[in-house]
T-cell receptor, first 109, second 115 residues
């Protein structure tokens, strides 16, 4: 089966840095993705890691260690608009995604 | 970039009726589309993989006779919730990817409320 674990909630203040961890157990792993979802909205793609290492896109970075079945999303210079749910997802064959339970990030002033 | 359009964005229906949700890839052809369901404050659960020109592949526990999926063209997949009941009330989201890409683009979702 597939399982992904991530913290359910994280709280931080504006301007801070937050790291959301994700561990996974899965078969047929192709890569780890991160999606952002605001309340009532659809998920939007943030990043994708197929290989070990760090991928940086603006204020967001994502890391993957395949040997540890572990990844994280790093959000820097937090803004109020970053308050949302963040999902890690494993990509399997055929572009099928299995999502983690999601981490609700609350950014406070 | 890839754009996925989903319609309707919300629908309210009476128990026992059927509801159809459309998912279109606007600027690309999608041989495969995915249908997810999300209950409040929960994760996205894959319901089925919609394959153009063939039968959908359903995830374990998803009733194929209740959630009918049709993928008749390379740009359109439909999900019909048949004989809907209040427990079917949920957020249904479709997704697709550009050929060769590892990124899924999601539609805006359809919020179904069954009274």
């Amino acid at each position: 089966g597939q399982s992904l674990e991530q913290p359910s909630e994280v709280t931080a203040v504006e301007g801070a840095i937050v790291q959301i961890n994700c561990t996974y157990q899965t078969s047929g792993f192709y890569g780890l993705s991160w999606y952002q979802q605001h309340d009532g909205g659809a998920p939007t793609f943030l990043s994708y890691n197929a290989l070990d290492g760090l991928e940086e896109t603006g204020r967001f970075s994502s890391f993957l260690s395949r040997s540890d079945s572990y990844g994280y999303l790093l959000l820097q210079e937090l803004q109020m608009k970053d308050s949302a749910s963040y999902f890690c997802a494993v990509t399997r064959a055929g572009n099928m995604l299995t999502f983690g339970g999601g981490t609700r990030l609350m950014v406070k002033p | 970039g890839a754009v996925v359009s989903q319609h309707p964005s919300w629908v309210i229906c009476k128990s026992g009726t059927s509801v159809k949700i459309e998912c279109r890839s606007l600027d690309f052809q999608a041989t495969t589309m995915f249908w997810y369901r999300q209950f409040p404050k929960q994760s996205l659960m894959l319901m089925a993989t919609s394959n153009e020109g063939s039968k959908a592949t359903y995830e374990q526990g998803v009733e194929k006779d209740k959630f009918l999926i049709n993928h008749a063209s390379l740009t359109l997949s439909t999900l019909t919730v048949t004989s809907a009941h209040p427990e079917d009330s949920s957020f249904y989201i479709c997704s697709a990817s550009l050929p060769g890409a590892n990124v899924l683009t999601f539609g805006a979702g359809s919020r179904l409320t069954v009274l």
